[in-house]
Every structure is written in C-alpha cells, then in structure tokens.
C-alpha cells in the first residue's frame, strides 16, 4: 500500500510538497507517478520517475512548476509544486508499477488513497 501525504492549502503562485511512501514494501523496485483528479473531472497523469530516479515525465501542464524526485534509500517519492494555480486544485496520488520506468499504458500494481491539494486564487 502507498501512503501520500503533504496535501493541505496554499494560495496562487505558493508551493507544496507532497510525499509518497510505503507501509514496508521496498520502493526501489518500482517505478512511481503522481495523478491528479479534480471533482468532476477524470484523473489524470502529473508525473512519474523511473526505478532509479533517472528518467522523469512531466504532464505539460504542470512541466516547468512541478519536480518529481525520490529518495530509495527513504523508500519516499516526492512531488514538489511550485507556481501553484487554482486550477492544480485535485486529490493527487501516488501509484508504482513493478517496472524500471513507468508505462501510462499499462495499469499501476499499487495506489495510494490520495492527498488533497487546494489553491486559493
């Protein structure tokens, strides 16, 4: 099971930094993405990074504001937010996939159950 954590509130233009991590489960074997699903909207991909932090995708929206980052040793994956817009407001989660980098065409062996973002204007 994964487990985010770092959500809360933050204005326009703030930041945030969200975490992943495991309840005991190795992390440096599986590759890792954040989603994010706005109420009302479908879930969609913010961003993955690959077995051993050295290959990372970015959705274009949020390319140039949002770092993706992971630390095997501290079983963690981190996604900080930067130059945060309203629109970013979305329950974020985290998934992994037993696998050296992520693949958005095949289903995640693991999801967390999501930390709440909220970007006042």
């Known amino acids: 099971q994964l487990i985010e954590s770092g959500g809360g509130l933050a204005q326009a233009g703030g930041s945030l930094r969200l975490s992943c991590t495991t309840n005991g489960r190795a992390f440096d074997t599986y590759a890792v993405a954040w989603f994010r699903q706005a109420p009302g909207k479908e879930r969609e991909f913010v961003a993955h990074i690959g077995r051993n932090g050295d290959y990372k995708v970015y959705a274009d929206s949020v390319k140039g504001r949002f770092t993706i980052s992971r630390d095997n040793a501290a079983n963690t994956v981190d996604l900080q937010l930067d130059r945060l817009k309203p629109e970013d407001t979305a329950a974020y989660y985290c998934?992994?996939?037993?696998?050296?980098?992520?693949?958005?065409?095949?289903?995640?062996?693991?999801w967390g159950r999501g930390t709440q973002v909220a970007i006042s204007p």
């Open positions: 998934a992994a996939q037993g696998r050296f980098y992520y693949s958005l065409s095949a289903g995640a062996d693991y």
